[in-house]
């Protein structure tokens, strides 16, 4: 499996190449191990049938009627065949991201871009001095938050076997290593791809939401919690060199969750995987603390004839030796007179302690245990000990600084309507859900303060809910107020969603207990609700109608009061993914962009600090951008040093699976937080003019992907010219894929559907209705204005980026192919999805001023050209797999295995799903 003489390497991307044709080598001589050599030769014979298909431009016909008919068996070998190449070449492309990030570190002369000693070097350059860029980061808040969404499910075991692939090709960087030892490293590497391939890439039963805590636990537990330390070390190197300052930098890095705590369709989801979630979490993160005092305790052998310690050392030391007999009793007689690795090994066992929460001898808190490090790194530093330990005694105190007890905060999130639902049953009213907002906020405004208090109600909904805010009140005890992250509100409408969760917190129990006080109560006041409560605007039409919600909210004096417990910072959730879902690409980007715009000055006005949380997901159609252009383009101040965002899906593994990845995305966040926030794009006099026409093209893009959708008989088109049946099948998540039952696209989840249609090549969830507004906008105020935006914007230019990485992915000749399985509907569709196609393609282009997709960017379309003869088998497959198990009533379960390994290998090809 070599490169086609098509995709030449680019400058710097020789190594590359190399890895590619080394694993390409490897997973070809395994194929013919594991599946003889006439597998092999068919494998060879249909890629080289891909590569003359693109090359010379023919027609899908003459390779789909080769791949006609295999057996399932037989189709489901093909396709993990390809799949194990993309994995390789994933792989390969990540190592290099190492290898380049190591040639500028090791080269010194310019930093890479996107590091933050790039970042501060241009903010220098922009007027930023040392102390305006130290008071921004004494405020900055940069929290990933990683969600269960089912695009992703790889095993633990194959994720394993990967980093193996990883560790050998990063040793292969040392030009000193022999022939052996590259043969060894080739062994390593065969070793795994071998393991791999008689291993299935996933259960065949359905991942319980503990399950999903173990999946985003691998990496939480594992390449985050041991790089934090390093993005703080880059950001000191950085302050050094370019400012010449040097001082203790404060949290600017904290990570949450969604797993085990987002009930939103989700019936497994609830109160018990809420305390279960903390819990392992907390067992976790403990577990580390252990292993690393275990580390420090061999590092520290410093003796007491060698060297003295502090007073404070000393003491605490005596201190635990008579509070833990046991442990002290444990201590080796030879290593009595080590007092740093006597104390650390007593800490052990304080924190064994902690782990068992009726335990009065463990830590009380993470600052506890970080204390009793400060005292060793002090005493170390204060005895000539900086060089001799001190560093990676510091190093153990960012990360309990980071992850405290608990690992990652628990967000929890629920649908509006099963909120209003429990109230209907807690009023006892029927037509609670039909009743206007004013209604609903005037019944709910006492129960949201605490003047009155709900019965008790056997209703399910409502019994659930306590049961939910009861655990939370009991996780804050337990657990401590950092456990807990935001309440999202799904399908948030108006201000009584907000007033409701309120209500709801306090029927749980769900009240702050510093303000139980006598004094408190004497002065009339009841208990503040505490917990941030995020509305989430997921349509185009909420995203429009959310300046008046929170407007509402703002004028109610009751959910101010609340507001100023919570330090006057109120969280907005910001869904990307239904809004596109809802009204296509440029409609849904839109619709963010002004909904920021508006929200940002109505909290201006009222005095408050506003911090979105963006919904964002893996591909561009449902938010997915790459970061530092995302912040750079975003409305001034809505960054403000605060970035929230969903991390999910295949975008975990990719950004954070390997530790100098998650090391260098960390970096690249942190710095475009500092960018955005401290020098955001300058003020432009035309953008006035720029969003009144984005305004009209929005409406235009909207109507004519509406025109699509609500076509008559678009569903059943949907249902059958993607492979959403087998999508539905996958046992990739706890979460049922659609809200409710299929009355139409409102009710399927956008993750689906957005995979769905990446699948059958045409994603059209990512372009479909832009071509249109342009060219309604080139006839209204003409084709320069265009170009000026596209030129001068960087929302536009931003978004323009998307959707030409997008259209560089799609295949409409297998979308056609796709489509045919249709029947007579593929008449009423195709046509005009491919009409909008070429219509979006030809104006992306002129407003470019380019001849093909992604000319300026070179490295991702040899990256799209390379794998494209290898996604076009699968693909084509799965046409003729899918046919051929819906004539069987979707009954045959060998077709259904052979069709879910071609969607494994297309998303590996395409490296997005949902």
Known sequence: MQEGRETEPLPHDGPLHDDVSRLGTLVGQMLAEQGGDAFFERVESVRQAAIQRRREGESVDALAGTLAGLQPH???????????????????????????????????????????????????????GAD????????????????????????????????????????????????????????????????GWQTAEASPVRPTVQDEHHHVGFYLANPIYRIVPAVYESLAQALKTVYDVETPLPQLLSFATWVGGDMDGNPNVGATTIAASLATQRAHVLEHYVEDLGTLARLLS??????????????????????????????????????????????????????????????????????????????????????????????LIRRVRTFGFHLARLDVRQDSRVHDEALAALFNDSDWLSRDVADRVMRLQPFASGERSFGVSSDANAQSL???????????????????????????????????????????GLVAASDTSPEHARDGKTPNVPIDIAPLFETVDDLKNAP????????????????????NRQWVMLGYSDSGKDAGTLASRWGLQRAQLELLELAQAAGIRLAFFHGRGGSASRGGARITPALMSSPRGSVAGVLRVTEQGEVIHRKYGIRALALRNLEQTVGAVLRASLRPRETELREDRWIEQMGRLSVKSRQAYRELVDREHFVEYFRTATPIDVIERMTLGSRPASRRSMRGVQDLRAIPWV????????????????????????????????????????????????????????????????????????????????????????????????????????????????????????????????????????????????????????????????
């Not at 969404?149 to 040793?171: C, F, G, N, Y």
């Not at 407007?551 to 330090?567: K, M, N, S, T």
């Open 132 to 195: 305006e860029l130290l008071g921004w980061l004494d405020h900055m808040q940069v929290e990933p938050v990683f969600t269960a969404h089912p695009t992703e499910a790889v095993r633990r075991s194959l994720l394993e076997k990967e980093q193996a692939i990883v560790r050998a090709l990063i040793d292969n960087f040392d030009p000193t290593r022999t022939p052996q030892e590259r043969r060894e490293d080739d062994d390593r590497i065969y070793m795994a791809l071998s393991s």
């Open 466 to 508: 306590h049961d939910v805010f009861d655990t939370l009140r009991d996780a804050r005890t337990r657990y401590g107020t950092d456990a807990i992250g935001l309440y999202i509100i799904s399908m948030a409408r108006s201000a009584a969603d907000v007033l409701a969760v309120l209500a709801l917190a306090r029927y749980g």
């Open 755 to 914: 995979f769905a249609w990446t699948q059958c090549r045409s994603i059209i969830t990512g372009w479909y209705g832009l071509g249109s507004a342009l060219e309604s906008g080139a006839e209204e105020f003409g084709e320069e204005a265009l170009v000026e935006m596209a030129r001068d914007w960087p929302f536009f230019i931003n978004m323009l980026d998307d959707v030409e990485m997008v259209l560089a992915k799609c295949d409409l000749d297998i979308a056609e192919a796709f489509s045919q399985l249709a029947g007579p509907l593929h008449d009423d569709f195709f046509g005009l999805i491919r009409a909008e196609f070429e219509l979006t393609r030809r104006w992306l282009l002129r407003l470019k001023g380019s001849d093909a997709l992604l000319d300026r960017a070179p490295r991702l379309s040899r990256s799209i050209r390379l794998r494209n003869p290898y996604v076009d088998p699968m693909s084509l497959m799965q046409v003729d797999l899918l046919r051929r198990w819906r004539a069987s009533d979707q009954q045959d379960d060998t077709l259904l295995a052979a069709l879910v390994a071609c969607v494994n290998g297309v998303s590996q090809g395409l490296q997005n799903t949902g």
């Open 74 to 128: 037989d189709a489901e070998a093909l396709a993990r065949a390809f799949a194990t190449y993309f994995q390789a070449v994933n792989i390969a492309e990540r190592v290099h991201r190492i290898r380049r990030r190591r040639e500028y570190q090791r080269d010194g002369t310019l930093p890479q871009p996107e590091s933050l000693l790039d970042v501060l070097t241009r903010l220098k350059e922009q007027g930023v």
């Open 302 to 395: 410093q003796t007491d004839q060698r060297v003295h310690v502090d007073a404070a050392l000393a003491q605490r030391l005596a201190d635990y030796r008579q509070r833990f007999p046991q442990a002290a009793a444990s201590i080796r007689p030879r290593h009595a007179d080590m007092p740093y690795r006597s104390l650390l090994i007593l800490m052990q066992a304080r924190l064994r302690a902690t782990e068992d929460d009726v335990h009065s001898e463990g830590y009380t808190s993470p600052k506890a245990l970080q204390d009793d490090l400060e005292i060793i790194a002090g005493s170390l530093i204060d005895h000539r000990g900086v060089h001799a330990g001190a560093y990676a005694v510091k190093r």
């Open 548 to 567: 008046a919600t929170l407007r509402a909210l703002l004028d109610d004096p009751l959910y101010r009061e609340h507001l100023a417990a919570r330090g």
